[in-house]
């Protein structure tokens, strides 16, 4: 039987546990995270953005909190809410394809991995004031070259890119 999760320390996002000797972070408040794999005719969105953690700017998948501003939010529509702001992008359909841990030997969050289909550009993205996301689209074929140019320019690069490798993943 596994030892009572206590409660180190939390803010408003964050939470700092211990469970035996084995320290983790979790989401406050069971906020959950949705990321975006985005599609228009062929292209994937890509977001760039400073990340404080990392101290630099980070590449990523569109990506945003569910349940952070409404309690029971459904994932579906805290995906479509967050591609609209962070790239100016409405989707028509959000489709569910599995629930993943990036970091889980220090990280309890998981997140829900969507699809985005039939986008419509509403906008121009960015994200909330003060975040400074800017928005890549790029063709499918040439995301791994994309990929390699911004990190020889020191990007970061967040781990859920590894799923565009598996363009299984992109087939409609």
Same mark, same amino acid.
């Given at each position: 039987?596994?030892?009572?999760?206590?409660?180190?320390?939390?803010?408003?996002?964050?939470?700092?546990?211990?469970?035996?000797?084995? #320290?983790?972070?979790? $989401?406050?408040?069971? %906020?959950?995270?949705?990321?975006?794999? &985005?599609?228009?005719? !062929?292209? /994937?969105?890509?977001?760039?953005?400073?990340?404080?953690?990392?101290?630099?700017?980070?590449?990523?998948?569109?990506?945003?909190?569910?349940?952070?501003?409404?309690?029971?939010?459904?994932?579906?529509?805290?995906?479509?809410?967050?591609?609209?702001? #962070?790239?100016?992008? $409405?989707?028509?359909? %959000?489709?569910?394809?599995?629930?993943? &841990?990036?970091?889980? !030997?220090? /990280?309890?969050?998981?997140?829900?991995?969507?699809?985005?289909?039939?986008?419509?550009?509403?906008?121009?993205?960015?994200?909330?004031?003060?975040?400074?996301?800017?928005?890549?689209?790029?063709?499918?074929?040439?995301?791994?070259?994309?990929?390699?140019?911004?990190?020889?320019?020191?990007?970061?690069?967040?781990?859920?890119?590894?799923?565009?490798?598996?363009? !299984?993943?992109?087939?409609?």
């Amino acid at each position: 039987m596994s030892e009572p999760e206590q409660i180190v320390w939390q803010g408003r996002f964050i939470t700092a546990k211990q469970r035996g000797r084995w #320290e983790y972070v979790g $989401r406050a408040r069971d %906020i959950q995270a949705a990321v975006i794999l &985005a599609q228009v005719d !062929g292209d /994937v969105l890509l977001v760039e953005q400073h990340r404080e953690p990392l101290g630099g700017p980070c590449l990523e998948l569109p990506a945003g909190l569910v349940g952070d501003q409404t309690a029971g939010e459904a994932i579906e529509a805290a995906a479509a809410r967050e591609l609209e702001e #962070e790239t100016g992008y $409405r989707p028509e359909r %959000i489709e569910r394809l599995g629930r993943f &841990a990036s970091s889980p !030997g220090m /990280v309890s969050e998981t997140f829900h991995l969507v699809r985005a289909t039939g986008l419509t550009k509403v906008g121009e993205g960015g994200g909330e004031e003060g975040e400074g996301i800017t928005v890549h689209r790029v063709p499918l074929s040439e995301v791994a070259a994309f990929v390699d140019a911004k990190r020889a320019d020191g990007l970061f690069m967040d781990v859920k890119l590894l799923v565009l490798l598996g363009a !299984g993943l992109l087939a409609e």
